[in-house]
């Protein structure tokens, strides 16, 4: 008996490759938002980047870092930030890309 692999849910909106997405820049505040609107991620140092289609074929445009804009010729940056992050967590799960889960609390320290 063969595996039938489940036919993953199509998400975003069918659209041409926008090409370099310039990077939301964090900022400093004097306080921690909060709110239903906001999770909240460990910030590691290090690089930012993009993975395009022309530099590798081992993984899908735009998967690296912590947010998954755009794949199968589908633009997915007017969707809720849950939605890319359970898509990303999926599509990098068994690569050693490590995924930055977020914290569902709410903000402030103290």
Same mark, same amino acid.
């Given at each position: 008996m063969a595996l039938r692999? /489940?036919?993953q849910k199509t998400i975003g909106t069918k659209a041409p490759f926008p090409g370099f997405i310039a $990077?939301?820049?964090a900022e400093q505040v004097d306080r921690v =938002? =909060?709110?239903e609107c906001w999770i909240h /991620?460990?910030?590691y140092d290090g690089y930012r980047g993009q993975l395009l289609? #022309?530099?590798t074929s081992r993984f899908s $445009? %735009?998967?690296?870092g912590l947010d998954l804009l755009? =794949?199968?010729g589908r633009d997915l940056r007017r969707l809720v930030l849950l939605e890319r992050? %359970?898509? +990303?967590?999926? +599509?990098?799960?068994? #690569?050693?890309?490590?995924?930055? /889960?977020?914290?569902d609390i709410e903000g402030g320290l103290g």
């Open positions: 692999r /489940e036919k $990077p939301v820049l =938002r =909060r709110g /991620e460990i910030k289609p #022309t530099m $445009p %735009a998967t690296g755009y =794949r199968d992050k %359970a898509a +990303l967590k999926q +599509l990098i799960a068994g #690569t050693p890309i490590a995924y930055s /889960e977020h914290f």
